[in-house]
């Protein structure tokens, strides 16, 4: 199995910055796209940024020129740059994995338990 761990949330005041991570341990055989995952009190969960295992990266339009999703293939951590905040950034923050657990097992997906991620205004 694999375990993603978040840290980083906290509570910032509008137009701050944080910096979230995302570290995956456990049986890990592979890991494939990884991603940043957010939802706020009677919302739905949406996408927020997302990376490819060779970077490619794609953003949700309200976060573009804000957040900046980065990778560390050798730690196996997935980071979340978070400028300009504002208080509808307000959201717990999931990190996603698409993993491998072992050779010749299927891919699955793996959440973290979530980080939250407040901004006051």
């Known amino acids: 199995q694999v375990q993603l761990v978040e840290s980083g949330g906290g509570l910032v005041q509008a137009g701050g910055s944080l910096r979230l991570s995302c570290a995956a341990s456990g049986s890990i055989f592979s890991i494939y796209a990884m991603g940043w995952y957010r939802q706020a009190p009677g919302k739905q969960r949406e996408l927020v940024a997302h990376?490819?295992?060779?970077?490619?990266?794609n953003y949700a339009d309200s976060v573009k020129g804000r957040f900046t999703i980065s990778r560390d293939n050798a730690k196996n951590t997935v980071y979340l740059q978070m400028n300009s905040l504002k208080p509808e950034d307000t959201a717990v923050f999931y990190c996603?994995?698409?993993?491998?657990?072992?050779?010749?097992?299927?891919?699955?997906?793996?959440w973290g338990q979530g980080t939250q991620v407040t901004v006051s205004s």
């Open positions: 996603n994995a698409a993993a491998r657990s072992d050779y010749g097992s299927p891919i699955d997906s793996y």
């Open positions: 990376i490819t295992s060779s970077g490619i990266t």
